[in-house]
């Protein structure tokens, strides 16, 4: 019954920034740790950033100090601040949603230009 629906991603330049957003259908979503992944052509799929129901946030080692994870509940979404963009970033990037099997967004597209 969880859907998850992710937006944002695109072309940036080395350096640049973007947000990456996931809309989640379920109104009990601020009870939920919720994340993102990503994966890059040829690669497996790697965990970028978790929080928790509390806000408690980790973070892979790859993009600590420069990506923030947040939500915001009451719009049941999930958000990924990404700055300081590099082109080994480029990857797609998969929301997902324990409950407490994990759920899977469909996937953005985020590219990062040398």
């Known amino acids: 019954q969880v859907q998850l629906v992710e937006s944002g991603g695109g072309l940036v330049h080395t350096g640049g920034s973007l947000r990456l957003s996931c809309a989640a259908s379920l109104s009990t979503f601020s009870i939920y740790a919720v994340g993102w992944y990503r994966q890059a052509p040829g690669k497996q799929r790697e965990l970028v950033a978790t929080i928790t129901r509390a806000s408690r946030t980790n973070y892979a080692d790859s993009v600590e100090g420069r990506f923030t994870i947040s939500r915001d509940n009451d719009k049941n979404t999930v958000y990924l601040q990404m700055n300081s963009l590099k082109p080994e970033d480029t990857a797609v990037y998969y929301c997902?949603?324990?409950?407490?099997?994990?759920?899977w967004g469909q996937g953005t597209q985020v590219t990062v230009s040398s």
């Open positions: 997902a949603l324990w409950n407490p099997s994990i759920h």
